[in-house]
């Protein structure tokens, strides 16, 4: 492997290691955090957390991707271009997100009270609005230690903010007997704070100016990727605002501890193999070893979802039991469903990988927007009758349908055609399914060191099972 390969990986891990530690710490922390925490205060949290996920694009209007791709537009002499073109879109967003702030004030009680949301805006909604606001100062500045390759920087300031937040609840919460206030206040305190860290780097690498011309043109070309943004989000997000109206506030944090276990463990080495990754497969496009090249890491990175997703799937209960106190062990339920999604969502994500290599975005976004519209549609369908398992399934058929379709549009503009490698996934998660749903739900037995020790051993079965599938043997050098 070349220097220049290794340094990209090395640079790609080191900045997935940014997006999944606070991810894994929310996962770490349940022991602590579900004793003095219950499924309401839990549900109350996942409510208003994607809420404020769905505006938060909104609120940023994709014009960190406008920073990244022209950044590199200006001479490498012309600093003051670049510190112009970063100060004016912080600038922007600052001004932008206050205005929205202040709507959200006056218009946010009226529409809670409208449409009757269990959660009430003061204080809930309030402080998580206020929070965001604090987190959109970030996102440029984050940016740019990717531009300028400070990955050190950007893990530092990452992993450090959600300490000090969970730090500070557990103070909040346990000291001070907050509740689950503790939770908002640390939030904001914690982002409010780190705003001034955002202040600081662009007074450093920018220059805060109110530059309409170049605002403009971050919107004609941030504004067309809305769209894919908002449907990814309502891929991530809808199912828990559409629980809100079927289902207690209680049922909604069972159903957001079994999400965070089940889909964010998984979805924890999707990132991480994509931030890893992702810069080899851009560097070797178009190279004749290219096919090569990309099946060899699909092959394993897909094996290592699959089984991992098996792995949770069956000892989803276990898991519980031990992160968990026992008034969230009901969850358990919920986990091999949103498992199986976040492995559908890897493997989907390596054939979009190709669509944005061969500069084919919109289909991407095409793909974004199908997804979108079934989770959406099986949501409404699935939800009044069967609940938070309802909205389980609905992530299983959005995923599942955006799988196949980006193959297929990868195919029909001849980036690639592999539809073995399509039946090969077809087979091994049909086997994952039903090796899952026969112990979960079928036999559906009790904890036991027994049932333990089994688990993994088909754990292990099917492991060998997905290595000749795949053909994992070619791989090994």
């Known amino acids: 492997m070349s220097p220049r390969k290794r340094s990209l990986m090395r640079s790609g891990a080191v900045y997935a290691l940014g997006m999944i530690v606070p991810k894994l710490m929310s996962i770490l922390l349940l022991p602590i955090f579900t004793k003095l925490l219950g499924p309401e205060d839990y549900g109350v949290l996942a409510y208003t957390n994607s809420i404020i996920e769905f505006l938060f694009v909104f609120s940023i209007l994709s014009l960190n991707s406008y920073v990244l791709r022209f950044w590199m537009d200006y001479e490498p002499g012309d600093e003051e271009g670049r510190r112009r073109l970063t100060g004016a879109v912080f600038t922007f967003l600052c001004v932008f997100n206050l205005l929205l702030l202040?709507?959200?004030?006056?218009?946010?009680?009226?529409?809670?009270?409208?449409?009757?949301?269990?959660?009430?805006?003061?204080?809930?909604?309030a402080l998580a609005?206020?929070?965001?606001?604090?987190?959109?100062?970030?996102?440029?500045?984050?940016?740019?230690?990717?531009?300028?390759?400070?990955?050190?920087?950007?893990?530092?300031?990452?992993i450090s903010r959600s300490l000090i937040q969970y730090g500070v609840a557990y103070v909040l919460l346990v000291h001070m007997d907050m509740g689950l206030l503790g939770m908002y206040v640390a939030q904001v305190g914690v982002f409010a704070v780190f705003s001034l860290v955002y202040l600081r780097v662009i007074w450093r690498i920018g220059s805060f100016t109110w530059d309409l011309g170049l605002v403009r043109q971050g919107l004609v070309f941030a504004l067309p990727l809305l769209p894919g943004a908002v449907a990814h989000q309502v891929i991530r997000v809808i199912d828990r605002v559409m629980l809100e109206a079927h289902v207690?506030?209680?049922?909604?944090?069972?159903?957001?501890?079994?999400y965070m276990l089940g889909f964010f463990s998984i979805m924890v080495l999707v990132q991480g193999g994509y931030r890893a990754f992702e810069p080899t497969i851009f560097q070797v496009w178009g190279r004749d070893d290219f096919e090569a090249s990309w099946r060899r890491i699909r092959g394993g990175f897909v094996a290592l979802l699959l089984v991992a997703g098996v792995g949770v799937g069956l000892l989803g209960r276990e898991f519980l039991q031990v992160l968990t106190s026992p008034r969230f062990h009901e969850s358990y339920r919920i986990v091999p469903v949103v498992a199986l999604a976040a492995v559908l969502r890897g493997m989907g994500m390596m054939f979009t990988i190709l669509l944005v290599a061969a500069k084919r975005t919109k289909a991407a976004t095409q793909v974004l927007l199908v997804g979108a519209v079934v989770n959406v549609l099986v949501n409404l369908a699935l939800i009044p009758t069967l609940g938070i398992m309802g909205a389980a399934w609905s992530s299983v058929a959005a995923f599942g349908i955006m799988v196949p379709l980006a193959y297929l549009i990868c195919e029909r503009h001849g980036i690639l055609r592999a539809r073995d490698t399509l039946g090969r996934d077809l087979v091994a998660v049909a086997a994952a399914a039903a090796l899952v749903g026969w112990v979960v739900y079928g036999v559906a037995p009790e904890p036991s060191w027994a049932w333990f020790g089994l688990k993994l051993f088909l754990c292990l079965a099917y492991a060998a099972l997905v290595a000749v599938l795949y053909r994992l043997w070619r791989f090994v050098r």
Do not use: H, K
């Open 129 to 158: 609005l206020t929070a965001n606001f604090f987190n959109t100062l970030s996102v440029i500045p984050l940016a740019m230690f990717r531009l300028l390759d400070r990955p050190g920087a950007y893990v530092g300031i990452s």
């Open 248 to 258: 207690s506030m209680e049922r909604l944090g069972l159903y957001s501890i079994g």
């Open 102 to 125: 202040g709507g959200a004030f006056a218009v946010g009680p009226l529409l809670i009270s409208g449409f009757g949301v269990q959660v009430p805006f003061f204080p809930y909604f």
